[in-house]
């Protein structure tokens, strides 16, 4: 494995591990390799400096691999609608920059109906308007009520733009 100190196009500094040099630069043209501040894929690898072993040490290392992942445990819970993001601990760079590009997302390809959304949720399940996707604001009583009703929905946290 090889480590290397990254920056993107934005001057965000983060760190990666490869496999090797040609793994980076697969990963990093295929798009796969992005900040995990801003999302950026334009990444370039830093100027470092070479691990030089100190006297008398040898440069073979045994290597030992490390243990296998626990058992896919569950998530920690989402904190409850209203509760405060300081009961949860600070969200990581990573997780804000990936529910950015899905807020995007969301916003380019659905459609927003702001407090209306339950109504218009059951006017497109009832047929009363195209299916489409949307987006807005419904509270927790009316989530309750159209997963009961078996309309699908989902909430998502929602995070202030990357761009503003």
Not at 132 to 156: F, H, K, P, V
Request: hydrophobic share 40%; with cysteine; net charge negative.
């Amino acid at each position: 494995m090889i480590h290397y100190d990254l920056r993107c196009d934005a001057g965000h500094e983060f760190d990666g591990w490869f496999p090797d040099s040609a793994g980076f630069e697969a990963q990093a043209k295929a798009g796969f390799v992005e900040c995990p501040v801003c999302g950026a894929t334009e990444v370039a690898k830093r100027l470092m400096a070479p691990a030089i072993p100190k006297k008398g040490r040898s440069r073979v290392k045994e290597v030992v691999p490390p243990p296998a992942p626990p058992a896919a445990a569950a998530p920690p819970p989402l904190p409850p609608p209203g509760s405060s993001q300081a009961a949860a601990g600070p969200v990581p760079a990573q997780v804000v920059a990936l529910l950015q590009r899905m807020r995007a997302e969301v916003e380019k390809n659905c459609d927003y109906v702001g407090p209306g959304f339950a109504e218009e949720a059951r006017r497109m399940h009832r047929g009363e308007s195209d299916r489409r996707g949307i987006y807005g604001e419904a509270s927790e009583a009316d989530t309750e009520a159209l997963q009961e009703e078996g309309i699908e929905i989902a909430r998502l946290p929602w995070v202030p733009r990357a761009d503003g």
